[in-house]
């Protein structure tokens, strides 16, 4: 399938830094191939055991993950889109790798509606027991980052290469004309998308898990956090560079989405 969401969409999760109080984050790409699919792998594990119980907080990207223990790679589960921050209480020792899928591309790679998973996490067995079964087949206690990503490789490559993906072509153009314009245009007139509303929104249930008007949402507010990162002087957030109609409405959808004021997202 011949996608540039690579060059137009660059998820970002920000709410913990690489290493930080014994925590350490790190994200490593996928083969080339798997790219128009897979934004990342990522691993998230403590350096020693915490003091406090850890709560790992995941902001809104319009991604869905999959994410298991290497130790007990049977506890696999799979999140879905969420509009909001969502928290995950960790314990004080733990240890995931997960598989960051760009928007929409998790419904196209294993038929599965979005919206059936929206705003929740569930075990993978229950959703996609094949591939709950490989990693308990594949995946052992102790083994290192470089074998994990060989095997992942391995495994979403054979998926694409006997799979065969029938996406609609007008409706993944109007995804890319989002990305394009940072989640910022009129639905009604600058989408472009060649089909019908009642198939859009059908079509954005299916792949996104929610509306296309929450989905360009998440998007503008994912456009925020990258152009402020990407700052030389990432001081302070302007809500007019960023497409919204007021301080107020920016402050209460960034709140919501991150999980935290923008003042106090700037301060962590």
Not at 16 to 39: C, H, K, M, N, W
Not at 64 to 77: K, Q, V
Not at 125 to 130: G, T
Not at 249 to 260: P, V
Request: proline share 6%; charged share 20%; glycine share 4%.
């Amino acid at each position: 399938m011949n996608s540039n969401i690579k060059g137009l969409y660059r998820p970002i999760q920000p709410t913990i830094q690489p290493t930080s109080d014994g925590v350490s984050y790190r994200e490593f790409p996928p083969d080339t191939r798997l790219s128009a699919y897979i934004y990342c792998y990522w691993q998230l594990k403590t350096n020693q055991k915490l003091q406090d119980e850890f709560s790992y907080q995941v902001i809104a990207d319009g991604c869905m993950d999959i994410y298991f223990e290497p130790n007990n790679p049977s506890e696999a589960y799979i999140s879905g889109f969420s509009a909001h921050c969502t928290e995950f209480p960790l314990g004080k020792t733990f240890h995931y790798i997960g598989i960051r899928f760009y928007p929409a591309m998790f419904p196209l790679l294993f038929q599965i509606d979005a919206s059936e998973l929206s705003h929740r996490y569930e075990l993978l067995q229950l959703v996609l027991p094949e591939k709950a079964n490989y990693f308990k087949m594949y995946f052992t206690p102790g083994q290192d980052t470089k074998t994990i990503k060989r095997q992942l490789d391995h495994y979403y490559l054979n998926r694409i290469n006997r799979t065969a993906l029938q996406p609609d072509f007008r409706f993944f153009s109007a995804i890319n004309n989002i990305f394009t314009k940072s989640g910022n245009l009129n639905l009604e007139t600058e989408l472009e998308a060649g089909i019908s509303p009642r198939q859009l929104r059908r079509l954005s249930h299916y792949y996104l898990g929610d509306s296309t008007k929450t989905f360009c949402k998440v998007i503008r507010f994912q456009n925020a956090i990258r152009q402020h990162f990407d700052s030389n002087s990432p001081n302070d957030y302007s809500f007019l560079d960023y497409g919204y109609y007021d301080q107020a409405h920016f402050i209460r959808e960034f709140k919501s989405m991150y999980g935290r004021t923008p003042k106090n997202a700037i301060k962590k």
